[in-house]
């Protein structure tokens, strides 16, 4: 956060920490302000030192602007440290989930659970399937993830959805093969063995994915694991 300075001279001394001195007998300097790097003049006097105002708000990334007889400084360092992040902290905040993102997260979750397991009720129990039903659940799907891509705004969300992503590509493919056994009459093993739909790879996958991705987003950071990979 910026913190506005007001002054009532031409010209001030602000020495943000840290500030490197390239030599101590040169004039020249380079001076380290936040992380922002630039070459000043420093001109030192009764053992002060003095920089030009308008080349410190330069480095600094900062504004300065004239009212009247009064200069008014908008400088990045000036703010509390108090009120900085360090890298790890904006890390730590980056590997949250939005509010937003979990709500959207967790509805997609449920549409393609309810895609997966009514067509796995229908397939076990020998119910009719029409390909506009199966067309339905996948544009809610769809729908679903798009609005949960909308809903990103950490690299935690970002990161998640790709998983969501993947997970729906899943359940389509295990669609796609449930069906092409339906029009191939080879469903009969799934109604005869439920466990046989079950043990199913890709059903497993499905099942195990969805239920880690439940999980991260009940969390609420985002937290790696082989489940969706």
């Known amino acids: 956060m910026r913190k506005g300075l007001e002054l009532a001279f031409t010209a001030v001394l602000c020495l943000c920490p840290p500030m490197i001195l390239a030599q101590a007998g040169e004039q020249l300097r ?4 936040n992380g922002q790097l630039g ?19 330069q480095i600094s990334k900062g504004a300065i ?22 890298g790890e902290e904006e890390q730590a905040a980056n590997r949250l989930f939005s509010r937003e993102f ?5 509805e997609e979750i449920a549409l393609m659970r309810e895609w997966a397991s009514t067509l796995a009720n229908a397939i076990q129990n020998g119910y009719p399937i029409a390909e506009n039903w199966i067309a339905d659940h996948r544009a809610q799907a769809q729908s679903g993830l798009t609005i949960a891509s909308t ?8 990161d ?9 590509e ?10 092409a056994s339906r029009k191939s009459l080879d469903t009969a093993k799934y109604a005869l063995s439920p ?15 969805a239920h880690y991705l439940g999980q991260m987003l009940a969390s609420g950071s985002y937290q790696e694991n082989s489940s969706c990979h």
């Open 30 to 33: 380079t001076l380290v302000i």
């Open 65 to 86: 602007s004239y009212e009247g007889n009064r200069i008014v400084v908008d400088l990045r360092c000036a703010s509390s440290p108090s009120h900085w992040k360090s």
């Open 102 to 106: 979990i709500k959207a997260g967790i």
């Open 170 to 179: 899943n359940v389509q493919a295990w669609s796609n093969m449930l069906l």
């Open 151 to 158: 809903a990103i705004s950490t690299d935690a969300d970002r």
């Open 39 to 57: 070459e000043a003049a420093l001109l030192q006097m009764n053992d002060k030192m003095y920089i030009d105002l308008q080349r410190l708000a």
């Open 195 to 209: 466990d046989t739909l079950r043990s199913d790879p890709l059903s497993q996958k499905i099942v195990s994915c």
């Open 160 to 168: 998640a959805l790709q998983l969501l992503r993947r997970e729906l």
